[in-house]
């Protein structure tokens, strides 16, 4: 095989494609690569079929026919993405393509008959289970695309399960055991029943069987097979059996077969009558471990039976057990894995000489949550379901690379869910497993058809290893689950080394000590204890992983709450600070209009332009000066008129009437001089009076403007005293918030001292829930900062 590096899904599909070119070819036209290893063991990878549905005729009137589905040739189809399917969107965004090229084992269209399908899938696993080998086969596909349909068929189309009981009962031939007297018990080993036992077995078969009418035997209604002869007439022929019963050798054959259902990792058996009544409540069954890594079912139910009519009334019952439960819970059976068994015993004598098994697992839907509509317990139940599928994907995908990569051993995860888990025997080389994947071809499921075709893809290259010597000889036990002792030995195995069922099982299940001997007693003492050890170790382990992360988680809340606190008080500060900024804006604005206002207000009545008033002045300082020089011009005429008067009393003694007459002239024209000069004086006294008032005024006016801006500073002192006090207040969370810091300081700390201390004086006893409790109780209890500060006080002391 060449290799070409690839990334992503396109080298998935290019190595299957360039994988399925070298791959041999059989003539039966399945193929897979087949390998013969030295020793005789078997190598090849996991055979994947596809089987694609027809459509319905509701389907074809929806049109759902859109092409999506074309089938090149027996091994190869192509997927075309339809309009409006996620694919396309994808791939027209340039993201992925709208074709995917994949290629299977076999390819069965919608022509291929339920016989077509068994002859070329599952003849090899059969003659290997009739030759003592296990077998695994499940169908996987999304609800609704032909998986029910494939594994047991309807009464026309029996599917392969009724088929695979028909051939099974036709290579025993007559060559039954009847003896139900040997059951097979936990995975591998078989049981060897007392009389008693014997007993319960055959009522509780007949009471099943009772409750199964006749005419609603599927099989049997049908009219293709008759009750006596258990054959299929029309479709089966000799070559289904691949091993030749004349072959078979001397023995006798037993076949058992059990049924059973997971639902949301709850493990149900569906041939259990209890449930028939309406009020029982469905006991779950656990999933345990045999000993020798092989995971079985406790307690579920096997069923010996006799003739194919007999399985067919079984699978009816467990079915209508299926839709019962499934109807009760108001969910759809679709959502279940359920999964029929088979167990071939060869009888020689009354010696178990070997077991296989086979199982038919019908596998939940595959469709992924979102298309669901899943609320609280439905998403929880839908969870568990695409669970136990992604485990399986998971697995698969782990044993691939397992494979490619031998040097690197990966971990696969089978015991994650019990359907991995009761599949790991199979897988990991105590059988061949093959998958059946059903598809439907409707445009409006693309998507998700699409995905189990990736699906698909990646199981087709699980490598399975399938060694050739017969698997071992099962061990008979007997009622007490203890070996049958043969010659003092079994199979070269000690008989110590065999663990009875009860013993196998975890130490919550009860068993009745108090019939064991001493010697068992004190092993099992032994063991328990040792279990213990490593239980407590786990827990602690697991405790102090929990206390890590609680704290981890707690002081990453407290950081955050923290951070989240500092941030409001910024922004609180910021805003305040721009409140208060405004606020004093507003008010600066006020006041200035207010005084504007005022002052406006008086200037209307008491305006006097400058101009006016400085000219006003202007002619008060000359007129002032004007006075002063009538002042003084006065005082001269007054002591000119004295020296007048001194002339004219001269003049008497020696009179001239000529200089008398003149004199008199004169003294009119001064004294009208003067009276007009004083009456001027008057009226300019009385303007400089005028004018002194309106300044007076005008002062006044601007005393009330002055008291009134006097006012409004002492009401923005207030206001600027309330902004400091904000400030201080500010000042006073910020400096708690630094408190609060040291207080985390001193919390991470004692978290610190905690997680240190827990592993030394670890509180096992009191539980790991207490322990929880007490990890998520205790800061508030007992704040670190306070007990911090004892720690102090003592060391002070
Ligand atoms: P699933 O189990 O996957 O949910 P079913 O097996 O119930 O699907 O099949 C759904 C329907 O399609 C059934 O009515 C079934 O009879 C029918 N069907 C499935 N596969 C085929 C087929 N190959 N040929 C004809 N009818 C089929
Ligand atoms: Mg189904």
Redesign the pocket.
């Known amino acids: 095989m060449s290799t070409v590096k690839l990334t992503g899904e396109d080298s998935i599909n290019m190595q299957l494609v360039d994988m399925d070119m070298t791959c041999n070819v059989s003539p039966a036209g399945t193929s897979s690569q087949q390998t013969e290893l030295p020793g005789g063991a078997e190598q090849q990878t996991m055979r994947v079929y596809l089987?694609v549905?027809?459509f319905?005729k509701e389907e074809l009137c929806d049109q759902e026919d859109q092409g999506c589905v074309v089938i090149e040739n027996n091994q190869t189809v192509t997927l075309k993405a339809p309009k409006g399917s996620a694919t396309m969107k994808s791939s027209e965004k340039g993201v992925g393509t709208s074709l995917h090229k994949f290629s299977f084992s076999q390819i069965f269209g919608?022509e291929m008959t339920q016989s077509d399908l068994y002859e070329d899938t599952v003849k090899s696993q059969m003659s290997g289970f009739l030759d003592g080998k296990n077998a695994l086969i499940f169908s996987y596909?999304?609800?609704?695309?032909?998986?029910?349909?494939?594994i047991q068929g309807?009464p026309k189309e029996p599917g392969i399960l009724p088929r695979v009981l028909d051939a099974t009962f036709h290579y025993i031939g007559g060559r039954l055991y009847e003896g139900m007297d040997l059951k097979p018990y936990l995975r591998t080993d078989a049981q060897h029943l007392d009389p008693d036992q014997v007993k319960q077995e055959r009522s509780a078969k007949a009471s099943i069987l009772a409750s199964v009418k006749d005419e609603c035997d599927p099989i049997r209604a049908s009219g293709r097979l008759s009750s006596s002869s258990t054959r299929f007439s029309l479709s089966y022929n000799q070559t289904v059996l691949a091993s030749d019963p004349t072959k078979a050798g001397s023995g006798q054959f037993a076949l058992w077969v059990a049924f059973f259902e997971i639902y949301n990792e709850c493990v149900y058996d569906l041939l259990q009558p209890s449930f028939c009544s309406k009020s029982k409540k469905r006991a779950a069954l656990r999933v345990c471990d045999d000993g020798a890594g092989n995971a079985y079912v406790k307690d579920l139910r096997w069923i010996n039976i006799q003739t194919v009519g007999e399985a067919s009334k079984l699978l009816q019952f467990g079915n209508k057990n299926r839709s019962a439960a499934a109807t009760k819970m108001n969910q759809s059976s679709?959502r279940s894995h359920s999964t029929f068994t088979m167990k071939l015993l060869k009888i020689d004598g009354s010696t178990v000489e070997r077991i296989s098994e086979f199982s038919l697992c019908?596998l939940a839907?595959s469709e992924r949550c979102n298309k669901t509509k899943t609320f609280g317990e439905r998403l929880k139940e839908a969870g568990n379901i695409n669970n136990s599928l992604l485990i399986l994907g998971k697995c698969i995908s782990a044993l691939r690379n397992h494979q490619t990569d031998r040097m690197k051993s990966s971990y696969i995860p089978f015991r994650e869910s019990k359907l991995t888990k009761l599949f790991q025997a199979v897988f990991c080389g105590k059988g061949k497993a093959s998958m059946i994947v059903?598809i439907n071809q409707c445009a409006s499921t693309y998507d998700e058809t699409l995905h189990v075709m990736k699906f698909s893809a990646v199981a087709k290259q699980v490598v399975q290893l399938i060694p050739d010597k017969s698997l071992e000889s099962p061990c008979l036990v007997g009622r007490d689950g203890k070996p049958l002792v043969r010659n003092g030995a079994i199979a070269g195995r000690a008989l110590e080394s065999y663990l009875s069922e009860e013993e196998l099982l975890d130490e919550e299940d009860e068993a009745d000590m108090s019939l064991l001997p001493q010697d068992d007693l004190v092993n099992i003492i032994e063991s328990l204890r040792t279990k213990l050890l490593a239980e407590r170790r786990r827990n602690l382990v697991q405790e102090m992983e929990i206390r890590k992360e609680m704290g981890d988680a707690m002081l990453q809340q407290l950081m955050e709450s923290e951070e989240l606190r500092i941030r409001q008080i910024a922004e609180q500060k910021e805003s305040n600070q721009e409140k208060l900024e405004n606020t004093f804006e507003m008010y600066k604005d006020a006041i200035k209009e207010h005084a504007y206002q005022c002052a406006m207000n008086n200037l209307e009545d008491d305006y006097v332009p400058l101009d006016e008033f400085i000219a006003e002045q202007e002619k008060v300082e000359a007129l002032k000066r004007k006075v002063s020089e009538l002042d003084t011009l006065t005082s001269s005429v007054g002591r000119v008129l004295c020296a007048v008067l001194t002339v004219d009393q001269s003049c008497q003694t020696q009179p001239s009437e000529a200089t008398e007459a003149a004199g008199e002239d004169r003294c009119k024209r001064l004294n009208k001089e003067k009276c007009a000069i004083e009456k001027m004086c008057e009226d300019k006294q009385q303007l400089i009076l005028s004018l002194e008032k309106r300044l007076m005024e005008l002062s006044e006016t601007l005393q009330k403007i002055r008291d009134g801006f006097l006012e409004k500073s002492a009401d923005l002192e207030v206001l600027q005293r309330k902004w400091d006090d904000q400030t201080q207040s500010m000042d006073d969370i910020l400096r708690q918030s630094v408190e609060k810091d040291r207080e985390i300081a001193s919390l991470k700390a004692e978290l610190a001292k905690h997680s240190q201390k827990s592993p030394v004086q670890p509180k096992t006893k009191r539980g790991l829930l207490a322990n929880i409790r007490e990890a998520v109780t205790s800061p508030r209890n007992s704040s670190p900062g306070r007990k911090l500060r004892k720690t102090v006080k003592t060391a002070h002391n």
């Open positions: 089987r549905r027809p319905s919608q596909g999304v609800t609704n695309a032909g998986k029910t349909y494939t309807t679709s019908d839907g059903n």
